[in-house]
């Protein structure tokens, strides 16, 4: 049985959004509105990219969304634990010195 | 048709490809085999064959004779639905950057988001200026190609070529009439893509220090023919002539036929053979 793409912890103060395997076109819509629905209830939100093997441009656009939803809505939003490979491709469109990144 | 599974590392697979404009022979029996990851540039003199290699790559040509599979699909076996979805995941990037005068440059780096993806507006907005962040052409999105310099529009191109996060990018002459400082720019950035992307990228070029700097393997084409494949070390150590003479730009002393050569200069309809 494959592991679920999308899975959330949640409390009254953070929800943190775990992702697993590959985000690309197929799925990263699901992912976008996943952290959307996750910043207007909770004050925090936690992406977990550990699990992440491969993070197409539409699944980072997602990520960027949500920054720009959390930071217009006084709410904070960071990503944690990216592979080497996640971070390059962040290192490559210099997104990692525009997230919090754990 | 799909190739067997133990070939998909192999991405690019061209079997004895023979091509002719009229009667001449452009292509004549060329093989390549390009595996995922690599960067594989193309050398050879002016008609060398090196851009019509190329477009039948990208199935723009058809070739006499011959057979091209990417991704593990023969390009010209497969419906039309299937080449479709095959282009998404091919990227080019053409010599003069062939970016469209009437639109801006985010627009023309948006394009392919538009005509092959449903991302709604505000996606589409942040990947193509992602994209141009990556080229060094952050906040440029709305200037139009005619207010851009040569390097720029090549970037803007780049940029384009990327959009769809390709497996397989191909570059015409990426840093020709650049200068050195802009084309190492270009070098580096086909190095940063490959690596943190895993694209696999084909380079037409005849710069050699570009050649140098970013290929795993160098194909040298003479005449239509595959003179030689090596890694940068093996072609420089080559003792072949030609691919010496390409190597130091000496121009090419072939032995002439002399009868032939003058029907060449005298004959109303001579064609080439």
């Excluded at chain 2, 052409?137 to 769809?164: D, E, T, W």
């Excluded at chain 2, 696999?200 to 050699?208: A, C, P």
Aim: contains cysteine; charged residues 25%; aromatic residues 6%.
């Amino acid at each position: 049985m494959t592991e679920e793409f999308i899975r959330f912890e949640k409390d009254p103060e953070l929800c943190q959004i775990f992702i697993s395997g590959e985000v690309d076109l197929s799925n990263s819509g699901e992912l976008r509105k996943t952290i959307l629905g996750a910043l207007k209830t909770t004050p925090a939100v936690k992406v977990n990219l550990s699990g992440v093997e491969y993070i197409d441009s539409s699944g980072i656009a997602a990520m960027v969304e949500g920054l720009q939803f959390a930071n217009s809505h006084s709410k904070s939003f960071y990503l944690c634990d990216p592979s080497p490979q996640v971070r390059s491709i962040l290192e490559l469109a210099r997104l990692d010195q525009v997230f919090d990144i754990d | 048709m799909k190739k067997d599974l133990e070939q998909q590392d192999t991405v690019i697979e061209v079997n004895q490809l023979v091509t002719h404009y009229g009667q001449r022979k452009i292509l004549d029996g060329v093989d390549l085999n390009i595996k995922r990851g690599e960067i594989r540039v193309i050398m050879g003199g002016s008609g060398s064959g090196k851009s019509t290699l190329l477009w039948h790559i990208l199935g723009l040509y058809q070739p006499t004779k011959g057979r091209i599979h990417l991704l593990g699909q023969d390009i010209h076996e497969i419906s039309f639905n299937d080449m479709l979805k095959l282009k998404q995941d091919i990227g080019v990037s053409f010599q003069s950057g062939a970016l469209f005068s009437s639109m801006s440059v985010g627009e023309n780096v948006a394009l392919p988001l538009r005509e092959f993806t449903d991302l709604d507006e505000n996606t589409i907005r942040i990947i193509s200026r992602m994209k141009l962040e990556v080229v060094n052409l952050g906040g440029f999105h709305k200037l139009m190609p005619s207010q851009l310099s040569g390097g720029m529009i090549k970037r803007a191109a780049l940029a384009r070529s990327i959009v769809m996060d390709p497996k397989l990018l191909f570059f015409d002459e990426p840093s020709a009439g650049l200068d050195p400082v802009v084309a190492s720019e270009i070098d580096d950035l086909i190095l940063s893509l490959r690596d943190t992307m895993g694209m696999s990228m084909v380079v037409v070029t005849h710069e050699l220090d570009s050649a140098f700097k970013i290929a795993d393997k160098i194909t040298v084409l003479d005449n239509g023919k595959n003179l030689l494949t090596g890694t940068v070390e093996e072609i420089k150590a080559s003792t072949n002539k030609r691919v010496m003479d390409l190597l130091q730009r000496r121009s090419r002393h072939d032995k002439l036929d002399p009868a032939d050569y003058l029907k060449r200069l005298t004959q109303e309809n001579y064609t080439l053979s």
